[in-house]
């Protein structure tokens, strides 16, 4: 079975493999990933967590164990703060301190997943949502079966 050519789409996969959104319809821009948390979430009027890829392996190519780091940044829809705070932190508990998962479709296995710190507020966008952040390390291999 082949992976994902993203490894961050694998993260959103195995989001959606714990019940925690609906992968959305792929990539919002080079880096970042994004999975739907409702499906009201495609009219702004829920919450929407973008997976942002914040560090890693110079040659992925290279190595069979990567150990890279990512971002959750949680969009919270003003009118909607505190479900979309929950599932913000929903997903902290998911990941936090959790070992050896692979999302389904996948050959890659996460050995771990490590917050850096608690989801924290970190301002608000454009259109007035709340943005909440909390970063993450990893480590997967590839290929396994």
């Given at each position: 079975?082949?992976?994902?050519?993203?490894?961050?789409?694998d993260?959103?996969v195995?989001?959606q493999?714990?019940?925690?959104g609906?992968?959305?319809?792929?990539s919002?821009?080079a880096?970042?990933?994004?999975?739907?948390?409702?499906?009201?979430?495609?009219?702004?009027?829920h919450?929407i967590?973008?997976?942002?890829?914040?560090?890693?392996s110079?040659?992925?190519?290279?190595?069979?164990?990567?150990?890279?780091?990512?971002?959750?940044?949680?969009?919270?829809?003003?009118?909607?703060?505190?479900?979309g705070?929950?599932?913000g932190?929903?997903?902290?508990?998911?990941?936090?301190?959790?070992?050896?998962?692979?999302?389904?479709?996948?050959?890659?296995v996460?050995?771990?997943?490590?917050a850096?710190?608690?989801?924290?507020?970190v301002?608000?966008?454009?259109?007035?949502?709340f943005?909440?952040?909390?970063?993450?390390?990893?480590?997967?291999?590839?290929?396994?079966?």
């Open positions: 079975m082949a992976s994902r050519v993203d490894w961050l789409e993260i959103a195995l989001l493999d714990l019940g925690i609906e992968v959305w319809d792929g919002v821009a880096g970042i990933f994004a999975i739907m948390l409702d499906k009201r979430a495609k009219k702004r009027q919450t967590i973008q997976l942002i890829r914040s560090g890693g110079p040659d992925p190519d290279l190595v069979e164990v990567r150990k890279p780091g990512f971002q959750v940044l949680v969009i919270v829809n003003k009118r909607s703060v505190q479900p705070i929950a599932k932190r929903a997903v902290y508990d998911a990941l936090h301190n959790r070992i050896s998962l692979s999302p389904t479709g996948s050959d890659r996460f050995a771990w997943f490590q850096q710190q608690e989801p924290s507020h301002g608000e966008d454009d259109n007035g949502n943005l909440y952040s909390h970063n993450y390390l990893t480590e997967f291999r590839e290929g396994v079966t």
